[in-house]
């Protein structure tokens, strides 16, 4: 169960989401909108990492690394999307490992493709 404090984290990544594609609108490459996203995160006062670099374990042992968009605060993973129609239930699987490997509980899915902002909220 998330915290007061990771849902008014949540909430604030999602608001800056929401600005970003008011802004922009659909139908940019990812790339565009993790840039802006990014500015609009500094401009939120908040933290975060770009490209952040985990490392994956089996039976204890190293097996790879992944990398997520973004990584907030120390505490929420961030993946960004840009795609047409309904999200892929395969990147909410996709996020959902992102978390289970790194340990952290929640993650963001959000969807700039369509004409409205999507988010899904995940937890582990």
Request: aromatic share 12%.
């Amino acid at each position: 169960m998330a915290s007061v404090e990771q849902d008014e984290l949540t909430h604030r990544i999602i608001g800056c989401c929401y600005a970003v594609h008011t802004a922009l609108g659909p139908g940019f490459i990812e790339k565009i909108y993790a840039k802006a996203l990014q500015i609009q995160l500094r401009k939120e006062g908040l933290k975060y990492e770009a490209e952040k670099e985990f490392n994956v374990f089996f039976n204890e042992e190293f097996v790879g690394k992944f990398r997520c968009d973004l990584f907030v605060d120390n505490k929420v993973i961030v993946e960004l999307k840009s795609v047409t129609g309904y999200i892929p239930k395969l990147f909410e699987n996709q996020l959902l490992s992102y978390l289970k490997a790194s340990k952290i509980q929640t993650g963001l899915l959000i969807n700039f493709g369509n004409a409205s902002c999507e988010v899904k909220r995940v937890s582990k």
